[in-house]
């Protein structure tokens, strides 16, 4: 098996360029991907090793069938996506919380457990919080990007979504209500790639294990 290329997704932005410092740091480092390229997959043929970008979401879709051995991706994706796949590390980098947040005024509808809208990018884990956690009766309105233009405009009381510096709620007078939960970014591996590959991937973990460590 030793001539086999280990293929591992990279959810894009954010993630992937502390991803790739840290893979730089265990040796398995894709100058290529560094370059401003169009190129979707990314090979480094000493190490038998293949790095791609995709989508966050769709990263633990490529672990769950094997088309990506190991995928770096945010807990958050994880939670949302419920694959089967293994959690193997918290890489420590990506930190955030995800947060129920609004306007000021939205703070007594939710005390009050009123019937509100929440907008948001991951439909299940609001409804997992709201329903099983708060017990409180909510429309959930999913919607794919830039959350915040929802209460301003009026789609929605509340949005649940990751909050990590703060400036994109202080940027539009909004303000984090409740914490859902503390995130950060994970390492996930393939099911059957995790016992045919054992040695190599575990070796990774290891690696990986130390060298965020350094990087934090
Ligand atoms: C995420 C999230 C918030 C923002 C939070 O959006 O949905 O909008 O980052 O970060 P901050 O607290 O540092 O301002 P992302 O940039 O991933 O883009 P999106 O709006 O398209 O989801």
């Keep these: 098996m030793k001539d086999r290329y280990l293929t591992i997704a990279l959810g894009k932005g954010r993630l992937a360029k502390s991803a790739m410092k840290a893979f730089d740091l265990i040796g398995l480092p894709c100058d290529e991907m560094k370059n401003d390229t169009r190129k979707l997959i990314f090979t480094n043929d000493e ?8 989508k966050g979401p769709d990263v633990p879709t490529y672990v769950e069938y094997g ?16 694959r089967n796949i293994y959690e193997v590390l918290d890489l420590g980098f990506g930190k955030c919380n995800m947060c129920i947040a609004g306007p000021k005024s939205s703070a007594e509808l939710l005390k009050h457990r009123e019937m509100i809208r929440v907008a948001t990018k991951y439909p299940r884990i609001a409804r997992d919080y709201f329903y099983n956690k ?70 990774i973990i290891r690696d990986m294990e130390q060298a965020v460590k350094s990087l934090a």
């Design 47 to 54: 190490k038998k090793v293949r790095f791609f970008l995709a």
């Design 67 to 82: 088309a990506a051995d190991i995928g770096i991706v945010g807990e958050d994706t994880i939670l949302e996506e419920n």
């Design 134 to 203: 708060k017990h409180q009766t909510v429309e959930i309105i999913k919607l794919n990007g830039s959350i915040e233009l929802a209460p301003i405009v009026g789609l929605s009381e509340v949005i649940c979504d990751i909050v990590e510096t703060g400036t994109t709620l202080r940027e539009n007078g909004l303000e984090v209500l409740e914490t859902v939960c503390p995130l950060s970014a994970r390492m996930v591996v393939n099911q059957v790639s995790m016992r045919m590959e054992d040695e190599r991937i575990t070796k």
